[in-house]
């Protein structure tokens, strides 16, 4: 079986991937503005509880990398292996950085016991728990893709050192590349409305 | 076919050949479909008389749950898309394969991983799922039965879906012969076209609803809890945006079959072609504004309820459309009764009688009266078993002959048609009559006034069940004995018959070029025996 070469085709196929991913969050950010509808006060008080300046370095970091992931694809293009490879890894780090960032937030609220079931938030208005059980999933959700986003940059590296994602088939970074793109513009939604709507 | 001392299991498991992978599914279909008929018989069985006779409550609430989950979304979604579109779309594109052969493959082990999860489901952790197929809060979210397996299982197969619905819309637009043109290409891939967007579309906001149940289980969020600030009714909504959908995934893929092989037996081109694949395109967009037709008990305002119930009616328009442009292409055709013809008729029939009482469950006055009761039984086994099942059974008696090179028995699959007809009609009808008395559904026991009717509709599953068997009898015994035939034993026009039976690895020596319709009869050969 000859494999074939569509570069179309595969851009195509990853533009409708990101569009079923997108829905996947759309679900969630229906019950956001249900559940916001329905608890104005209560999201307004429960979001003061984050952390604006955690939640803005992160934004930063995160934009910053879908820079880098955009930049590694011109590398690419631009026949430069090694210029590709260096700011896949400036994503990767940046990345990193964002889960442990991400680490620091959730670990610092749930030993406040501020958690689904914990001591301290079960006491709470029932729209301030929801506004956490929201918080948890969709970060939670936000934070799984970034790690699947990483192994994705980790597979194509794999595929750098092969030879068989090249600068003249280098469709696999660059669908990579729109994938973080995508990660990326999740957390740009997600952070407004969980940071910033005091 | 590769070789080069590779075993018949990485042959056939990890082949990239669109064609085997439709094999593959067909035949885990099958599987599946018969568990979930056995499963059916013993629901019937045990409803034969009231009260207890040899299955306890709790057996019968997994029973119909694991038969909901196994026929909806391990048989019935992926049946015809699956199976037939695998095996045929790029043949009747006169491509050499679909767009990503791989992550063909890949849909398929996540299928089997699916398929794997849900049953597994059935015999750990606290026993088979008792919630119904529709995985209900907050019932699942306290129940201890293992829900949590079962809706990862539920989750994979979306993927798996997702997927394969990706791979045909890249398929349809990038690897069309030259001169196949969109208003060329066969009715069934418009289905398929109009299915995969459903696919796409829908099923993400299913698997974030399982995924909620998933997380609600382990984690205890709350999100459809109103004591913390959740609401049970969004997750109907969640459920039904896809879920609904989805029975245009189920019954879409079957209306490009029938409308594939209605001008094939009638020698007549289709009439309207434009108009049905503007009807698919039309209840793929309009199906996607109706899931709240499930909903008019649950409490929804009584605004919402006149405007799904308005939407619901709009729906039933692109379907009647269909079934209009069938008949009028039958219409002053050239008729010939063969198998697939007498599977395609039932199909109209029933279809017929379940999309009519579906106006019924449409309409929010009467659904208030027949709601959860056996009436929506017995239109959605006359929709998904007439309609889809019938789908299913008139594509493989079309496409047997080009699977494998062999025709069946003609008179004994005419004759399985004919049983199969009367036993459904056994089987269901009795339902809509138990329904309008009130007999509610998904309970295992029943007032003795119930019990004729009761009788009646098992009755019906013993004959249904027969004609079943004579099918499968013809079919796999013509499999190895039934009578050789050449590339186009039924004279149809599309490309998959210019090929040999079956179809070789490469499909196409030369890429074949298109200069007329699906449907233009005037040229095709007749070299049956060629």
């Given at each position: 079986m000859t494999m074939h070469r569509d570069y179309q085709g595969a851009k195509m196929g990853m533009w409708i991937f990101l569009f079923t991913e997108i829905l996947l969050f759309g679900g969630l950010f229906v019950l956001y503005s249900v559940t916001l509808g329905r608890?104005?006060?209560?999201?307004?008080?429960?979001?003061?509880?984050?952390?604006?300046?955690?939640?803005?370095?992160?934004?930063?970091?995160?934009?910053t990398s879908s820079l880098f992931a955009a930049l590694s694809v011109v590398g690419l293009q631009r026949g430069d292996r090694k210029l590709a490879q260096g700011f896949m890894a400036a994503t990767l780090v940046l990345a990193c950085c964002f889960l442990v960032i991400k680490y620091f937030e959730w670990s610092h609220k749930i030993h406040a016991g501020i958690y689904p079931g914990g001591e301290t938030l079960i006491q709470w208005a029932p729209g301030?728990?929801?506004?956490?059980?929201?918080?948890?999933?969709?970060?939670?959700?936000?934070?799984?893709?970034?790690?699947?986003?990483?192994?994705?940059?980790?597979?194509?590296?794999?595929?750098?050192?092969?030879?068989?994602?090249?600068?003249?088939?280098?469709?696999?970074?660059?669908?990579?590349?729109?994938?973080?793109?995508?990660?990326?513009?999740?957390?740009?939604?997600?952070?407004?409305?969980y940071y910033l709507i005091t | 076919m590769a070789s080069g001392g590779k075993s018949w299991v990485r042959e056939w498991l990890f082949t990239l050949d669109h064609k085997r992978i439709g094999m593959l599914y067909l035949w885990c279909i099958t599987a599946f479909f018969v568990i979930g008929v056995c499963i059916g018989m013993v629901i019937r069985m045990e409803l034969f008389w009231p009260g207890?006779?040899?299955?306890?409550?709790?057996?019968?609430?997994?029973?119909?749950?694991?038969?909901?989950?196994?026929?909806?979304?391990?048989?019935?979604?992926?049946?015809?898309?699956?199976?037939?579109?695998?095996?045929?779309?790029?043949?009747?594109?006169?491509?050499?394969?679909?767009?990503?052969?791989?992550?063909?493959?890949?849909?398929f082990w996540l299928y089997v991983i699916g398929g794997a999860t849900a049953l597994i489901s059935l015999f750990t952790g606290g026993g088979a799922p008792d919630t119904g197929w529709t995985f209900y809060v907050p019932f699942s979210a306290v129940t201890t039965t293992n829900v949590s397996v079962a809706v990862a299982g539920v989750f994979i197969l979306g993927f798996s879906s997702i997927l394969t619905g990706l791979n045909f819309i890249v398929t349809i637009h990038r690897l069309r012969a030259p001169g196949l043109t969109w208003t060329r290409l066969t009715l069934f891939a418009w289905a398929l076209y109009a299915t995969a967007w459903?696919?796409?579309?829908?099923?993400?906001?299913?698997?974030?609803?399982?995924?909620?149940?998933?997380?609600?289980?382990?984690?205890?969020?709350?999100?459809?809890?109103?004591?913390?600030?959740?609401?049970?009714?969004?997750?109907?909504?969640?459920?039904?945006?896809?879920?609904?959908?989805?029975?245009?995934?189920?019954?879409?893929?079957?209306?490009?079959?029938?409308?594939?092989?209605?001008?094939?037996?009638?020698?007549?081109?289709?009439?309207?072609?434009?108009?049905?694949?503007?009807?698919?395109?039309?209840?793929?967009?309009?199906?996607?504004?109706?899931?709240?037709?499930?909903?008019?008990?649950?409490?929804?305002s009584d605004t919402a309820v006149m405007v799904f119930s308005f939407l619901t009616f709009i729906v039933a328009v692109p379907s009647a459309v269909k079934v209009f442009n069938w008949l009028s292409t039958?219409?002053?055709?050239?008729?010939?009764?063969?198998?697939?013809?007498?599977?395609?008729?039932?199909?109209?029939?029933l279809f017929a009688m379940g999309g009519i009482t579906g106006l019924v469950l449409g309409s929010a006055g009467t659904d208030m009266h027949v709601h959860d009761t056996y009436f929506v039984v017995g239109h959605f086994h006359y929709v998904i078993f007439g309609g889809t099942g019938f789908g299913m059974f008139a594509a493989i008696h079309y496409w047997f002959p080009k699977m494998y090179g062999r025709m069946y028995n003609r008179k004994q699959a005419i004759t399985a048609a004919l049983i199969l007809v009367v036993g459904l009609n056994g089987l269901y009808f009795p339902m809509y009559l138990l329904g309008l008395e009130g007999m509610p559904r998904r309970y295992y026991d029943y007032l003795p006034?119930?019990?004729?009717?009761?009788?009646?509709?098992?009755?019906?599953?013993?004959?249904?069940?027969?004609?079943?068997?004579?099918?499968?009898?013809?079919?796999?015994?013509?499999?190895?004995?039934?009578?050789?035939?050449?590339?186009?034993?039924?004279?149809?026009?599309?490309?998959?018959?210019?090929?040999?039976?079956?179809?070789?690895?490469?499909?196409?020596?030369?890429e074949p070029v298109v200069t007329h319709g699906p449907y233009d009869f005037s040229e095709v050969r007749d070299d049956d025996h060629a």
């Open positions: 608890y104005p006060t209560e999201f307004h008080e429960a979001s003061k509880l984050l952390d604006v300046t955690l939640g803005t370095t992160n934004t930063v970091v995160l934009i301030k728990q929801a506004f956490f059980a929201l918080y948890y999933t969709m970060t939670g959700l936000h934070g799984l893709h970034v790690i699947i986003g990483m192994g994705v940059f980790l597979w194509v590296w794999t595929r750098i050192v092969a030879g068989t994602c090249t600068p003249e088939h280098f469709v696999a970074l660059e669908n990579a590349g729109l994938y973080w793109h995508l990660v990326d513009l999740i957390w740009i939604y997600l952070f407004p409305l | 207890k006779d040899f299955i306890g409550q709790q057996a019968y609430n997994a029973l119909f749950t694991v038969h909901g989950v196994i026929m909806i979304f391990i048989v019935v979604i992926p049946s015809i898309p699956a199976a037939f579109g695998n095996l045929f779309l790029p043949l009747q594109l006169g491509a050499e394969d679909v767009a990503f052969p791989r992550l063909n493959t890949f849909s459903i696919q796409v579309l829908a099923t993400p906001i299913l698997s974030i609803t399982v995924v909620l149940i998933i997380v609600e289980r382990l984690l205890g969020l709350g999100i459809f809890d109103p004591a913390r600030g959740g609401d049970p009714i969004l997750y109907q909504h969640l459920f039904w945006i896809y879920s609904h959908p989805a029975v245009y995934i189920m019954i879409l893929p079957a209306m490009g079959v029938i409308s594939d092989i209605i001008p094939v037996f009638c020698r007549k081109s289709i009439f309207g072609y434009k108009t049905i694949v503007g009807s698919s395109l039309a209840i793929a967009f309009a199906g996607s504004l109706v899931w709240a037709h499930h909903m008019f008990v649950s409490g929804m039958m219409y002053k055709g050239s008729i010939r009764l063969e198998p697939p013809l007498i599977y395609a008729l039932g199909f109209i029939f006034q119930f019990t004729s009717l009761h009788r009646l509709s098992t009755y019906g599953s013993w004959i249904t069940f027969a004609g079943l068997a004579l099918m499968f009898y013809n079919l796999i015994h013509s499999r190895y004995r039934g009578e050789p035939v050449g590339r186009n034993p039924w004279k149809a026009a599309t490309l998959e018959w210019t090929l040999p039976s079956p179809p070789p690895t490469h499909n196409f020596d030369t």
